[in-house]
């Protein structure tokens, strides 16, 4: 495999939370030669929700996952089921689109969500859900007032109103901080995600699908029929999905090469808080949250009283760079919730989001490459956009329109990174200026 970090930014989930709250299933390697009618490279939300859709549709499905089940960004990402995949602003989104593109592509986020609530009430999983909406919490006076000025137009943007908590009221809506500000749109909700990608890998198995877990895909060619290279024998399928994401290689296929970037990802959770420190610091609320800067924060109190609170990682996987994103992570933690500064943290792991040139994701056909499909770059949102993409590709490759949405926006072809396998280095200036805005 070709990546452009260093080999710890794809290794193991460390000491990640969601893993104490699962029964990982027993690996399941590919053993010996495979004829399949879909190969689904990458066993993440995407990856899952497909091979379940085809399973039920009939067709014969194998899912090739490199490592244990919920390995990637789906088993370590913050659990926050939510409007998003897309970077690019609403201008931004219109003037490439078109105001109907634009309507489109805000449809398909709420669409996202219903995806999910709908695969996890037709399933039966228990991911421990709860939150009404999103909040957005104003990390500045400036904030704040655009804020005012968005709420006005949140029920023809959004199809809902939105809640408008004034600083003095903070407190009392459980949400107290050093904030000047938020505003909720009951749009989403927060989940376990491993008990969310454990009970989708559930569902596909039932219907059909095959999946080998520690099965890498090391090399992929076409002569009529795609052939994928894995440790333990060749696997033959008329057609392929790529789901991997933020932890794509290069060369499979030299397609991909450059047309993603992955950006890391941290995220702690502390020990269960208890009554009085959630008193004493005034937040109380199970509402999941981010705050508005470039560089945000994401966090949420648990069901269990834990306190989950993320950020972006840092710009290289060293072991120095680790430490220094760690007590970045805790100082940063401790500036907004002074209250629980010596709370014990006792989970903290990293993991790998996906950004494209666009800003926005691409799910569809692979250019010039019969029988491929993608679907991929849902910018730090993958728990509802992978989860729709994966059901929108199932009808693709089936040689169907999409019965899910599946708006513009997310069919146009992503162009390469400038800087190539050095494009990382693209994202220490566009750091630097976001670390000014936010001031």
């Known amino acids: 495999m070709r990546r452009i970090y260093e080999a710890p930014a794809y290794g193991p989930q460390g000491d990640c939370y969601w893993a104490t709250t699962v029964d990982t299933p027993a690996d399941s390697p590919l053993t010996g030669p495979l004829r399949t009618g879909v190969a689904v490279i990458g066993g993440g939300f995407t990856g899952l929700s497909a091979a379940l859709h085809l399973a039920r549709d009939g067709v014969e499905v194998t899912v090739l996952e490199a490592g244990h089940e919920g390995y990637g960004a789906s088993g370590r990402n913050g659990g926050f089921c939510c409007l998003g995949g897309a970077k690019a602003s609403p201008a931004m989104l219109q003037r490439r689109f078109g105001a109907q593109g634009l309507a489109d592509w805000r449809a398909t986020e709420r669409a996202a969500i219903d995806t999910v609530r709908d695969l996890l009430a037709g399933n039966g999983i228990d991911a421990d859900t709860h939150s009404d909406g999103e909040t957005r919490i104003a990390h500045t006076p400036r904030a704040w007032r655009a804020m005012l000025a968005e709420a006005a137009e949140s029920e023809r943007v959004n199809g809902v109103p939105a809640h408008l908590t004034p600083p003095e009221a903070l407190r009392d809506e459980g949400l107290g901080g050093p904030f000047h500000g938020a505003l909720t749109l ?244 566009a750091y630097a200026g976001a670390l000014l805005f936010d001031l």
């Open 186 to 429: 009951p749009l989403g909700f927060a989940l376990n995600p491993r008990k969310y990608h454990a009970g989708l890998a559930r569902a596909a198995r039932a219907a059909g699908a095959r999946i080998h877990s520690r099965t890498p895909v090391t090399a992929l060619r076409r002569d009529g029929t795609w052939r994928l290279a894995t440790p333990g024998g060749e696997v033959v399928a008329d057609r392929v999905i790529l789901a991997t994401n933020g932890y794509s290689s290069e060369d499979l296929p030299d397609w991909l090469r450059a047309r993603y970037l992955p950006v890391q990802s941290s995220v702690l959770v502390t020990d269960p808080i208890p009554d009085e420190a959630l008193a004493a610091q005034g937040w109380t609320s199970h509402q999941m949250a981010y705050d508005s800067r470039v560089l945000l924060h994401y966090f949420r109190l648990m069901p269990d009283k834990r306190f989950l609170f993320g950020m972006r990682g840092g710009l290289t996987a060293t072991p120095r760079a680790a430490r220094a994103i760690s007590a970045r992570i805790r100082s940063d933690f401790a500036a907004m919730f002074p209250a629980w500064r010596d709370v014990p943290v006792a989970h903290e792991w990293a993991g790998l989001v996906c950004l494209m040139s666009s800003l926005t994701p691409f799910v569809g056909p692979v250019p010039d490459h019969p029988g491929l499909f993608a679907g991929m770059g849902y910018h730090g949102n993958g728990v509802a956009m992978g989860s729709h993409s994966g059901r929108i590709l199932a009808d693709l490759v089936q040689g169907r329109a999409s019965r899910a949405r599946h708006p513009e926006a997310m069919r146009a072809v992503p162009r390469r990174f400038p800087l190539g396998r050095f494009r990382r280095a693209l994202l220490a200036p």
